[in-house]
């Protein structure tokens, strides 16, 4: 089984796929950030190292993919190749950030690699305010995050909410962040644990 955790820079995805992970002995898979070479070049100069960042994530996430698919138990994933390309790399590319000619051709290589896969059995949707993502960003401390404009932010949280509710054919639940702090609050935990077992196990009955 795969479970997919999306949702923006500081949303806590990382957080959520590793104690999802020690509560059900699921397998966590965290997408490749303190080891991309690309990254810090990216937030100095965006234009510039766009379509190199993309590629990168495009591939990391495509060889994830696959493993996740021939493996016999449950793996729980930090962001997925779709959020991937339907969130942050069509944004790159409405800013200016990456030319037609290499969306076209980062769009035709996804294609080619969308006919060997399939969606997640769950995508969980950490859905954040500007103010709290930038309140855990901070928080965090990594550098090249810094500089991440609230405008960019901003873009993102839109395209996340058209991907995920008019988009995005997969099953879903959205749990709405700011006010649910379930790193340190075990209740709020339990909360989306409960949410979890309804769906996938039919264990509780799902609040509305």
Known sequence: MHIAIAGNIGSGKSTLTRMLARHYRWEARFESVDNNPYLEDYYNDI???????????????????IAIQQASHTIVQDRTIFEGVYVFMQ???????????????????????????????????????????????????RGYEQAIQLEYLENLNRRYDDFIFNHYKGRVMVVDKDPLDFEHHPRAFAQIVDRIDATLFGLFPEAT
């Open 47 to 65: 234009k510039r190292w766009s379509f190199n960042l993309e590629v990168y994530f495009l591939k990391e996430r495509f060889r994830d993919l």
């Open 91 to 141: 944004n790159n590319h409405d800013l200016g950030n990456l030319s037609d000619r290499d969306y076209e051709t980062y769009m035709e290589l996804f294609g080619q690699m969308l006919e060997m896969v399939h969606l997640p059995d769950l995508m969980i949707y950490l859905r954040a305010s500007v103010p709290h993502l930038v309140g855990n960003i901070q928080k965090r401390g």
